[in-house]
């Protein structure tokens, strides 16, 4: 009931509209198998089968408040302690998915080779069984990510987020269209930079 509309409160479709839907009645079987649906999935309406229990909980209180009685408000539940700011979980996981994926792009062109103008074809077949035989490129460039990471120090172990902050302490130009593995490779350039100065 309380969802129900004023006349005041209705829009006339004609108005707000600039073109309303053609009134096309279903032809045939689009007709025929409406028919059904609805009446398959009708059944007689009895409204005492139905009842509105908020209402009743609101008159019981108030009942019981006209008649004197106290009412017990239940106690909220404690705010959690250990609360996850999950945009930022999704974030810093994008990031590292990025931060990989342009890594391994960059590490493929890097190592590829330079091609030559004329191969010969025992090379070919050769090159095609080979590949074959070959993981993936994704498992390859992954665990070499993961290798490279690890070789790297502590800079491996922080979050792009981390890494990024660092840069921007470090001055590194370019920092905010690297990925991940780049920001490591330009913050390590830059601290044997600073330890060739030094000494």
Known sequence: MQTLHWADEVRDPGKELPELPSRRAGKGKELTLAVQLVD?????????RYHDTYQEKVRELVQAKAEGQEIAVAEEA??????IDLMSVLQGSLDQARGKKAGSESRQTKKAPARKTARKPAAKAAKRSAARKAPPKTARTASKGRQRSTGKGDLGQLSKAELYQRATE?????RSKMGREQL???LTRAGRRRKKSAA
């Open 78 to 83: 404690p705010q959690a302690t250990n609360v």
């Open 170 to 174: 470090q001055g590194i130009e370019g």
């Open 40 to 48: 398959a999935l009708s059944a007689s309406w009895d409204p005492g």
């Open 184 to 186: 490591v490779d330009a």
